[in-house]
């Protein structure tokens, strides 16, 4: 009979953010003596950097080896709405898109002061030249609302809303 030890925390490998500590914790009953590779022997660990982590933790069956890396990860992110845009074929801001830096756009729905869609786009074709509903006429000036859900770095999902004021 051949048993394998699971580890004792239920990751592989991290990602941590640059600047950020994090707190691994062995869930309590599963061992009774713990040494870290920092030689702390708690049953938790505070990491502040990305080196590899190792616990050699004890029960009545033995004395298992776990390792763990950390990498580092850019955390930073953000998204940038513009408030206007003047798509009269001037060359200049005549489309409307959000700017992105480590999100993901998962939906963008415009809406006429009618609450009409007309535009939907995702991360692929999140441009709005102005036309609306599958470019069948152009949108008249005016304000329109726009709702954008997206996931960020940690994969959760979020969403905004805002106006847009659309010039001629």
């Not at 033995?62 to 074929?89: A, K, M, R």
């Not at 998962?106 to 999140?126: A, M, P």
Request: net charge negative.
């Amino acid at each position: 009979v051949t048993y394998t030890e699971q580890a004792p925390v239920d990751y592989e490998d991290w990602a941590q953010c640059f600047g950020s500590t994090m707190t691994i914790t062995v869930p309590p009953g599963l061992y009774w003596a713990y040494d870290w590779s920092d030689g702390s022997t708690a049953n938790t660990i505070t990491v502040t950097g990305t080196e590899p982590i190792q616990l050699n933790a004890m029960n009545s069956c033995g004395s298992y080896f776990f390792e763990w890396q950390v990498g580092p990860t850019d955390c930073l992110q953000s998204i940038y709405v513009p408030n206007s845009f003047t798509p009269n074929d001037d060359g200049r801001n005549d489309v409307w898109f959000p700017e992105t830096y480590n999100v993901t756009i998962l939906s963008i729905k415009i809406f006429n002061r009618w609450g009409q869609k007309v535009f939907e786009g995702d991360e692929e074709s999140k441009v709005w030249t102005g036309n609306a509903f599958n470019g069948d006429y152009y949108s008249p000036d005016g304000a329109y609302t726009y709702q954008i859900t997206y996931k960020d770095h940690s994969i959760e999902t979020h969403e905004i809303r805002g106006h847009i004021v659309l010039i001629r």
